[in-house]
């Protein structure tokens, strides 16, 4: 693996590699770790996280995702790669893109690394002013190694998240030959950037840390895998330089020290982006499937909720389900039917109509498109799954059910209701009957959110609007639908069952049930996400990891 990245790279590449393929390959098998898998305040009575196979979860080697790759890029090099990172594989979704045991290795992953390291750092050796305000020193002559390793240990530590040792600045000092031999400094600070933006480790997460005395296969971090796993945990991106030297001070080690860099990190934006990226790839509103230019002012709505109600203002976190108020501009103010806000966009009431917090929002809703219209089935089967944790198994083969054509009855003038009611019986009617009554209680609101009374093109098909989460209660519409579900009190599990798989990077196996369950019921009494993440971040279980 190391040396197909090594292929791809010009000839003169080469000089800076010094891992063998089957060193990776061993660094990759031995590192399996839990990247909070014990991620609770606390543990379950009876249970050691460093002596109990049950405190601790393992985890795999994680490749940087699409997300995170183009985060990091940004934070080294304040630089977006924008449409280039389409140019990596796509990550696979389950329902988040970071689960490892999907990540493989491909040419196109390879070649795709090699194409934005090119053009990342062609576009930052292009700019004058700014590849001199990156190198951090002035260079005297073209040959100037002392300028160039001063630039490689503050470049690699940032991109290596760890300080590179006396024999790696040497391996990327060697380029100042070429620099010398084109008579431009920057020849050697274009190849080093390059080089290191193909590293493995800027790649992968590799974690290895020290064993742990009486507890075989349990690792403690070192103190920069301890900065990187909390960085890549809150921000998605590499660790700033502050915290790479609390690191080096072993401060990340101390409660205090860990305690504060995590309340700084909390009030970072990243850290904000981050928590609405979690509740948007949860929720399934990540990629909008609409045209035009409704989708990003959807999402902008979303991402306003999630940033009030878990950052901003650190409320309980059910508000999210139950907020009377919503963030729009006067597109999306008219598109619902709701008051415009003063100025270009900001925060209005919902009023005594049906809306409701998030599940009001277009974005959410979105979800349950098909046919050109809505699916009962879809939203259905998105409530069930996404916020219940529930599994709908797909129809059975020998119903010979096409889900790719809507449903169809003897009258072709059937309302939408009636077509949908050949689930109520037979076959079908086990799964139908879990997921269409919650689809039909949110039918008045179409595929981007806008209310309706009436079927498409149909006003003799009026639309009621009534569902019901069976074996819960009835309601109308998204606001009662969002109370329905803080009230069941099956929301809290779910989303630690989520989060905890968001943290992991992989679904839960049978060693995380006690952790999970500890964490429920630490969430169940104290229901905020801000203090969700903070007592994972904070736990002693976060800094060790366990084989595979």
């Not at 080096?248 to 205090?256: D, H």
């Not at 860990?258 to 609405?276: L, N, W």
């Not at 990629?287 to 999630?306: F, K, N, Q």
């Not at 839960?508 to 952790?515: G, I, L, Q």
Request: aromatic share 8%; net charge negative; glycine share 10%.
């Amino acid at each position: 693996m190391y040396y197909l990245f090594a292929s791809e790279l010009e000839e003169c590449l080469v000089v800076y590699k010094r891992l063998t393929a089957a060193i990776f390959l061993a660094a990759l098998a031995s590192c399996t770790g839990d990247i909070g898998g014990a991620a609770g305040p606390r543990v379950p009575p009876g249970v050691n996280p460093l002596t109990d196979a049950a405190g601790l979860g393992p985890s795999g080697a994680r490749r940087l995702t699409r997300d995170e790759y183009r985060q990091t890029l940004s934070d080294l090099l304040q630089i977006d790669p924008g449409a280039d990172i389409e140019l990596l594989p796509a990550d696979d979704r389950t329902p988040f893109d970071n689960d490892y045991t999907t990540q493989l290795p491909s040419r196109s992953l390879v070649d795709a690394i090699k194409a934005i390291a090119d053009r990342t750092t062609s576009t930052a050796m292009a700019d004058a002013v700014y590849r001199a305000s990156l190198l951090g020193c002035e260079p005297v002559s073209a040959d100037d190694v002392s300028c160039l390793r001063t630039f490689i240990a503050a470049f690699g530590r940032r991109a290596l998240r760890r300080p590179l040792s006396a024999e790696e600045l040497d391996e990327y000092a060697q380029f100042i030959e070429f620099a010398r031999e084109g008579d431009d400094f920057y020849i050697a600070v274009d190849m080093v950037v390059r080089a290191l933006l193909q590293d493995v480790e800027f790649i992968y997460r590799i974690e290895v840390g020290a064993p742990v005395q009486g507890r075989a296969g349990v690792f403690r971090l070192t103190d920069f895998e301890l900065a990187a796993r909390l960085s890549y945990f809150l921000w998605g991106s590499t660790p700033d330089d502050w915290l790479l030297d609390a690191a080096a001070a072993g401060e990340l080690w101390t409660s205090e020290g860990r305690e504060g860099a995590v309340t700084r990190m909390m009030q970072d934006p990243r850290a904000t982006a981050r928590v609405q990226g979690f509740h948007a790839q949860w929720m399934g509103y990540d990629d909008i499937p609409l045209p035009g230019d409704i989708a990003p002012l959807l999402r902008t709505e979303s991402d306003a909720l999630v940033a009030r109600v878990v950052v901003e203002e650190r409320r309980n976190w059910h508000e999210l389900f139950t907020f009377e108020e919503t963030f729009v501009d006067a597109t999306l103010a008219d598109h619902y039917g709701l008051t415009r806000p003063d100025g270009s966009e900001g925060w209005v009431n919902y009023g005594d109509g049906g809306r409701g917090g998030i599940l009001s929002h277009g974005s959410f809703l979105s979800g349950g498109a098909k046919f050109g219209d809505t699916s009962p089935v879809l939203r259905g089967i998105l409530v069930r799954e996404r916020l219940l944790c529930t599994k709908i198994p797909p129809p059975d083969p020998s119903l010979n059910v096409n889900v790719d054509e809507p449903p169809v009855t003897e009258d072709p003038n059937a309302c939408k209701v009636e077509r949908y009611a050949m689930h109520a019986s037979g076959g079908c009617a086990g799964c139908h009957s879990q997921t269409d009554p919650i689809g039909f209680g949110l039918e008045n609101y179409g595929p981007a959110g806008a209310f309706r009374e009436h079927d498409i093109d149909r006003p003799e098909c009026a639309i009621t609007g009534d569902g019901e989460l069976v074996g819960v209660g009835s309601f109308n519409g998204p606001r009662e639908l969002g109370q329905l579900l803080v009230d069941s009190g099956e929301l809290d599990p779910c989303l630690v069952e989520q989060f905890h798989r968001f943290v992991v990077g992989r679904p839960a196996r049978a060693e995380d049930v006690r952790v999970v369950d500890a964490l429920t019921d630490d969430f169940v009494q104290s229901p905020r996400f801000d203090a969700l993440l903070t007592r994972v971040a904070l736990s002693e279980a976060f800094g060790y990891r366990v084989e595979e």
